[in-house]
T-cell receptor, first 112, second 116 residues
Framework: GQQVMQIPQYQHVQEGEDFTTYCNSS?????IQWYKQRPGGHPVFLIQ?????EVKKQKRLTFQFGEAKKNSSLHITATQTTDVGTYFC????????????FGKGTRLHILP | GAVVSQHPSRVICKSGTSVKIECRSL??????MFWYRQFPKQSLMLMAT?????????EQGVEKDKFLINHASLTLSTLTVTSAHPEDSSFYIC????????????FGSGTRLTVV
């Protein structure tokens, strides 16, 4: 079945350093979504990418969708302690249920 | 914005008892809701898709008789963990989408189930 691979699984960075997480699929995706889950919390929707090669920015966060629509990345510039959490990519499963499949997530830890 | 309310947030129950978890869409109608299970420090595992007015669709390996899903209205889905055992202890989260373009899925706050 359709799978979404996400790397790295964990990332420790010094506060102020940049961070990137990558998401890859073996099949072409119709769209990809990104979510953030704070420790002890629930996933919160960040953004959806639909178009090939699309790039979207939210303040220090930059989201990219690959030209082939098989990969995506989330880049955070100059991390802050508030960025701590797990970042998940999620891809729409191509059937009538419209259910999304989550990557395993990248847990970001910020060192002060 | 779209809000999904999930109750209870935490529940402790004895082995062999059943626990019901509610998921409500507060400001939109949801013909479809999704139930996930999340183990500590792991990803969300889709358990089932709840369909209003019809049977839920379960993912492979999820026991239908153990995890009963009811979606009786356009704003409410319930998950009942029947005859709970300690291995059912987990974080259960529901989600729904208001189906607005680019809106993504809204998640409930989750239910931490502990079976003792």
């Amino acid at each position: 079945g359709q799978q979404v691979m996400q790397i790295p699984q964990y990332q420790h960075v010094q506060e102020g350093e940049d961070f990137t997480t990558y998401c890859n699929s073996s099949t072409t995706l119709s769209n990809i979504q990104w979510y953030k889950q704070r420790p002890g919390g629930h996933p919160v929707f960040l953004i959806q990418l639909v178009k090939s090669g699309e790039v979207k920015k939210q303040k220090r966060l930059t989201f990219q969708f690959g030209e082939a629509k098989k990969n995506s990345s989330l880049h955070i510039t100059a991390t802050q302690t508030t960025d701590v959490g797990t970042y998940f990519c999620a891809a729409l499963k191509m059937n009538r249920d419209d259910k999304i499949i989550f990557g395993k997530g990248t847990r970001l830890h910020i060192l002060p | 914005g779209a809000v999904v309310s999930q109750h209870p947030s935490r529940v402790i129950c004895k082995s062999g008892t059943s626990v019901k978890i509610e998921c409500r869409s507060l400001d939109f109608q949801a013909t479809t809701m999704f139930w996930y299970r999340q183990f500590p420090k792991q990803s969300l595992m889709l358990m089932a898709t709840s369909n209003e007015g019809s049977k839920a669709t379960y993912e492979q390996g999820v026991e239908k008789d153990k995890f009963l899903i009811n979606h009786a209205s356009l704003t409410l889905s319930t998950l009942t963990v029947t005859s709970a055992h300690p291995e059912d202890s987990s974080f259960y989260i529901c989600s729904a989408s208001p189906l607005r373009t680019g809106s993504g899925y809204t998640f409930g706050s989750g239910t931490r189930l502990t079976v003792v």
